[in-house]
Nanobody
Framework: QVHLVESGGGLVQAGGSLRLSCAAS????????MGWFRQAPGKKREFVAV????????YYANGQKGRFTISRDNAKNTVFLQMNSLKPEDTAAYYC??????????????????????WGQGTQVTVSS
């Protein structure tokens, strides 16, 4: 069982930055691939980025690499999403999720909501123009 709690969301002007955190409970945090998704009002939840068990490998949605950076600290059971050069279209609720997959899982297969076993409650990011 993994319990996830996101934080770090807020209101920011276009061009600004935010760093989201996701704190996980459970002793097996380092055995999960961790992903970030987002959902804007009236839209489907969409993939943002995912990171492997060790943190050595990452995979991003098209258009996110370069502005967003996913990282993790297994000693602190935390995964991060650094978001730079934010745009109004980045406004959404951001969710972290844990996927119980093998350590060598092809991360490109983890773009789908259905691949994840546990979800946080989300943190709101609002980017003003």
């Amino acid at each position: 069982q993994v319990h996830l709690v996101e934080s770090g969301g807020g209101l920011v002007q276009a061009g600004g930055s935010l760093r989201l955190s996701c704190a996980a409970s459970g002793r097996t945090f380092s055995s999960y691939a961790m992903g970030w998704f987002r959902q804007a009002p009236g839209k489907k939840r969409e993939f943002v980025a995912v990171i492997s068990w060790s943190g050595r490998n990452t995979y991003y949605a098209n258009g996110q690499k370069g502005r967003f950076t996913i990282s993790r600290d297994n000693a602190k059971n935390t995964v991060f999403l650094q978001m730079n050069s934010l745009k109004p279209e980045d406004t959404a609720a951001y969710y972290c999720a844990a996927a119980n997959v093998p350590y060598n899982q092809d991360l490109s297969t983890l773009r789908w909501v259905t691949e994840y076993n546990y979800w946080g409650q989300g943190t709101q990011v609002t980017v003003s123009s």
